[in-house]
């Protein structure tokens, strides 16, 4: 049952790759896995119910703990480096093939990771609050797609240098006007 699943998921990625979220049908992905269509649907009930289920295994979406560390935005480096082993997988998902479900997905709980964890550092939910954390998440995300789609070479380590530059001076100087 669970290759059944696998292989119906990664048929879904390497369709996404070859021609985009939008063009692949239940029909490519039934013929790419080699199932059949009642052993599909036992599994899965359309097309995004498989792009979903694939989401769920990116661990690297799913809130990490609090870091001890005092710094903001801990998850940056684990993220890219979490990306960088399964490159394939997410830029199939969030890259410019994948359509705006996935990427909507991923800015929903990034930003919800973001709001938490400057909430937890003093700052209190406001509009001002939403705008910084739409702001950061489209900083982290812009750079996460980019990377995936090729369109630039970095480490992931060069990755989280760039971004932690380019957000938390913004950041610090936003709480502390508070």
């Known amino acids: 049952m669970r290759r059944t699943r696998k ?3 990664e048929a879904l990625v390497a369709l996404i790759l070859e021609k985009g ?11 790419r896995a080699d199932v059949g269509r009642s052993t599909f649907y036992a599994h899965f009930s359309d097309k995004q119910d498989v792009l979903f289920s694939t989401i769920e295994q990116l661990a690297f979406l799913r809130p990490a703990a609090p870091a ?4 903001f935005f801990a998850f940056s480096l684990p993220m890219f480096e979490h990306v960088g082993e399964r490159h394939r997988l997410v830029r199939a998902l969030l890259g410019r093939r994948g359509g705006g479900l ?7 709980m990034l930003g919800r990771m973001v709001a938490e964890e400057l909430v937890a550092a003093g700052a209190r939910p406001s509009p001002e609050l939403d705008r910084l954390v739409i702001c950061v998440v489209g900083a982290f995300l812009t750079l996460l797609r980019a990377w995936v789609d090729g369109d630039i070479s970095a480490t992931p380590a060069e990755l989280d240098a760039a971004f932690r530059a380019t957000v938390i001076p913004g950041v610090q100087a936003t709480l502390a006007r508070k």
């Open 21 to 31: 979220y939008d063009a692949v049908t239940v029909t490519d992905v039934i013929n």
């Open 7 to 9: 292989a119906i998921q």
């Open 68 to 71: 001890c560390t005092g710094e």
């Open 102 to 108: 996935p990427m909507a997905r991923g800015e929903q």
